[in-house]
């Protein structure tokens, strides 16, 4: 099982591993040893998350959002399986997370009445500056 927050947990049944041979360095070991992990989370069918938390889960996955539902996050980053493992369990957990962060609403402003009057006196400044290069041109 894996916790995210109080509310939510994931349970293992909702989580498949696949592990296959890495790239990269480690010898002869990287030929015999299936270290990559490929973890597959069915997001779109779990029922421990909410709907908003999927619909911003989905945003914040991006490519690794598969067109059936799922969330899935390749490791390859250590020789070790279960540290891989583990470095992909933290990675969906740190993802789900950051999805249940609702963002602020955003509420519009106006500028401030000394912002628009130093605005207008450099666009003065600067035609000034244009008209009078003008003049001393011809």
Do not use: C, H, Y
Request: glycine share 8%; hydrophobic share 30%; aromatic share 4%.
């Amino acid at each position: 099982m894996l916790r995210i927050t109080d509310q939510i947990t994931i349970e293992d049944w909702e989580l498949t591993e696949q592990f296959t041979r890495a790239s990269g360095p480690g010898g002869q070991n990287v030929n015999k040893v299936s270290t990559a992990v490929e973890l597959r989370f069915e997001a779109e069918r779990s029922p421990n998350l909410p709907d908003p938390v999927k619909r911003r889960l989905r945003r914040l996955a991006g490519q690794r959002w598969t067109k059936d539902g799922a969330v899935v996050i390749f490791v390859q980053e250590t020789r070790s399986q279960a540290r891989n493992r583990e470095i992909a369990r933290e990675r969906l957990a740190e993802l789900i997370g950051r999805a249940t962060v609702a963002p602020k609403k955003r509420r519009p402003t106006r500028p401030t009445k000394g912002s628009i009057e130093r605005r207008l006196k450099a666009k003065k400044v600067r035609g000034e500056v244009k008209r009078l290069r003008g003049e001393t041109g011809e």
